[in-house]
């Protein structure tokens, strides 16, 4: 029996799970700009909460898998940098904070890692050892398999970077210290700035729009609005260019797609496939760009895999 968590920047998602089946759910809305502190005392509440919702005594639980969007240190399995969200996780003792308040094991992991073996398990890479996972959101997760093997390195820190790869030579400054990482030229948390920049900005009606969102600039950009196609067109650019380079990298036989931005209608999903496959190096044949399967559930699905893999070992 399994406790999963996937704290995200907007939401938190928590499932009591066993062998690849899911029991019982919970959503709360993050507070990211809080800190990670804050939310403990609620994420242990609605594990109790999920076990009710099943009719399971928490005893029977005794791991903890929590899916967080940020590299983690291996050896102390600590946050090891927050960006922008969380400041406080760096500083904070999970391990501890779980085997004290809870009398649980805790296993964490980077999210998109956990989003890649949830769809290696059970969702779109169910019978393919090389893969590779992009996830589109607020930020650009990525994560790779290869052989069958996760891709890790010394650090904990290979394949899971693909967000901060230099697409853009001399663009953007990223949250990382880089200039034109993918993230910073085509992720949610940086639509306002470069729609801004655009000379058609200010007679599109994304100007008052409020947040900008992906679906909201899809959407716009189907009825015709200039400036939402261009930020369109220069996000399947990027996302493109992004995983050209991770097929270069990882060679997969498979690149799944998934993230926030993949859950709406996508409806930009062919141009992006076309695009990759137009300017991918293969000649052994030819990479399969696919949609997720798990949705927003990947993750949890990846951290039941971690536990079960983990009480094997
Ligand atoms: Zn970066």
Redesign the pocket.
């Known amino acids: 029996m399994a406790l999963v968590t996937d704290i995200g920047g907007t939401r938190i998602k928590l499932a009591l799970m066993r062998d690849q089946s899911v029991l019982a759910q919970r959503t709360l809305t993050a507070h990211s700009d809080e800190g990670l502190a804050p939310q403990l005392p609620k994420i242990a509440q609605a594990y109790d909460s999920l076990c009710r919702d099943a009719h399971i005594d928490r005893s029977e639980c005794t791991d903890i898998a929590m899916a967080f969007p940020s590299l983690i240190d291996p050896q102390t399995n600590r946050v090891l940098v927050a960006y922008g969200k969380y400041e406080d996780a760096p500083r904070l003792d999970l391990t501890r904070w779980s085997r004290e308040t809870l009398g649980l094991r805790l296993w964490i992991e980077n999210d998109a890692r956990l989003a890649l073996l949830g769809e290696w398990q059970a969702g779109a890479g169910r019978g393919c050892d090389d893969l590779v996972m992009l996830t589109l959101g607020t930020g650009l997760g990525t994560a790779a398999l290869t052989e069958g093997q996760v891709v890790r390195g010394k650090h904990g820190q290979a394949g899971i970077l693909g ?2 790869l230099t697409v853009q030579q001399g663009g953007r400054l ?3 210290g ?1 200039r034109g ?1 993918a ?2 030229e085509a992720s949610t948390s940086v639509l306002r700035t470069i729609a801004a920049g655009l000379s058609d900005y200010s007679a599109s009606p994304l100007r008052n729009a409020g947040v900008i969102d992906f679906e909201k600039v899809f959407r716009l950009a189907r009825e015709g609005d200039s400036c939402a196609e261009s930020l369109r067109v220069h996000a399947i650019e990027i996302w493109s260019s992004l995983i050209v380079n991770l097929i270069h990298a990882y060679d997969p036989e498979r690149v799944i797609v998934g993230g926030g931005i993949m859950t709406g209608e996508a409806d930009f999903f062919p141009d992006l496939q076309h695009r990759v496959l137009a300017h991918a190096h293969t000649p052994w044949g030819q990479v399969s760009i696919m949609r997720s399967q798990l949705g927003d559930a990947a993750a949890l699905f990846g951290g039941e895999y971690l536990i079960r893999q983990n009480s094997l070992n």
């Open positions: 967000g901060h990223c949250t990382c880089n990482c993230e910073a």
